[in-house]
């Protein structure tokens, strides 16, 4: 009897995805907030095959974990790329 196969899961960790992400842009996103979430999220959508729900609850985690921040100076807005996690500064609820 043969048996049908299962799907692979594949498990896309918050490293992995801040990896691909900086493959893709470098160090810097140069985006407004919305517009520069919505590429990210569109990148892990294409370089991971991502559903653009799962990359934007990625988008989420990683912004949530350091990996990604978006960064407002005189000189201008931007969403910045860590891809490793030592260099990460986690969001902190004060």
């Not at 048996?3 to 995805?17: F, K, N, T, Y």
């Not at 979430?37 to 799962?54: M, P, V, Y």
């Not at 990683?62 to 891809?83: C, D, K, Q, S, Y």
């Amino acid at each position: 009897m043969l048996r049908a196969q299962e799907p692979e899961i594949l498990v896309i960790g918050p490293a992995r995805a801040a990896e691909a992400l900086y493959e893709e842009f470098g160090a810097l996103v140069d985006a407004d907030y919305m517009p520069g979430k919505t590429l990210l999220r569109d990148a892990l959508c294409h370089r991971l095959g991502l559903s653009q729900l799962a990359a934007e609850e990625l988008c989420d985690e990683l912004e949530g974990a350091g990996l990604v921040r978006f960064v407002a100076t005189p000189e201008g807005v931007g969403w910045n790329i860590h891809p490793d996690p030592e260099s990460a500064t986690p969001d902190r609820m004060i």
